[in-house]
């Protein structure tokens, strides 16, 4: 007896272990119940509000179009145009916007090509330069040449040499020297005749011989050139500050004519016929 009394005991204690353990466990099962609960009440909540919110946002988008469709209406009404009307005017609104896009580019390209004609002619125009540039080096050359083949021969004035011309192109040469003014002439006998600012006047002539008698007047002065010769350099000084003119005279064709020419200081003034 006293053996079973002695085993009651330990059984007891286990089966309050048990208990306890599974009431802890029933305690731990609740408490965590509630806070799931919790946590998908606050997830429930949040669904809803934004489900009303996701109903708030589609409801004002229903009005939002529902207004613009009204707003188009009205446009339409007030422009008497319908909705197909609306979307043709639109289509050619674009398809002028194309075109003009179109043109644009014809244009840059035309222009374009242009730039590249007017280069093309720029560089040709260089070359034609170039050209001149050579044509003008080679007359300067050609120029000096005939320069240097220029008589020179000595005035009659305190024996100054210089050059002369025995011809028509040779007196060209001197022309393009530049550096004196020049004036053809023919005279005939008893006639005065102005050349450049003075006047001369053939007084006798022997063509057999080239020899010929010339009255210059300058600056109310007469100064005689006495049987002179063909070519020779006849000198003078005149003006207001006095420079030096030269009369030659080229050919006796006649008893009567003789041709020549003046050469003047570029200092001096023009004739009056030039004036």
């Known amino acids: 007896m006293s053996g079973a009394n002695g085993e009651g005991p330990n059984y007891s204690g286990a ?3 048990a208990i306890a353990l599974a009431v802890l466990a029933a305690l731990g099962g609740l408490i ?15 669904l809803a509000e934004a489900n009303q919110q996701n109903a ?9 179009n529902a207004r613009l469709r009204v707003a ?6 007030s422009l008497g145009l319908t909705q197909k009307q609306l979307d043709t005017r639109a289509d050619e609104i674009v398809r002028r916007q194309a075109a003009e896009a179109k043109r ?3 244009a840059q390209q035309q222009t374009a090509q242009q730039v590249s004609a ?11 330069v170039g050209g001149v540039k050579t044509d003008l080096t080679k007359t300067q050359g050609d120029l000096a040449t005939a320069v240097s083949q220029l008589q020179r021969m000595k005035g009659d004035v305190d024996s100054h040499s210089s050059l002369i011309a025995r011809n028509h192109d040779e007196l060209e040469v001197l022309k393009h020297k530049g550096d004196r003014n020049y004036y053809e002439f023919t005279l005939t006998k008893g006639q005065k005749k102005p050349v450049g600012t003075v006047s001369l006047e053939l007084k006798k002539a022997d063509q057999k011989k080239s020899r010929f008698t010339l009255a210059v007047y300058a600056d109310d002065k007469q100064y005689d050139k006495k049987d002179r010769n ?5 000198q003078f000084y005149s003006g207001k500050d006095p420079g030096l003119f030269e ?7 006649s008893k009567n004519q003789i041709s020549g020419y003046l050469s003047a200081p570029k200092t001096a003034p023009a004739p009056p016929s030039v004036q």
């Open 15 to 17: 089966l309050l272990g």
């Open 32 to 46: 965590w119940s509630y806070t799931l609960s919790g946590r998908v009440a606050h997830q429930e909540t949040a």
């Open 56 to 64: 708030k946002l589609e409801a004002e988008l229903r009005e939002t």
């Open 72 to 77: 188009t209406d009205e446009l339409g009404k």
């Open 104 to 106: 644009l580019e014809t």
């Open 118 to 128: 007017v280069s093309s002619d720029l560089s040709g125009v260089k070359t034609d």
């Open 230 to 234: 063909v070519n020779e350099p006849l």
């Open 247 to 253: 009369i030659v005279i080229n050919s006796v064709s």
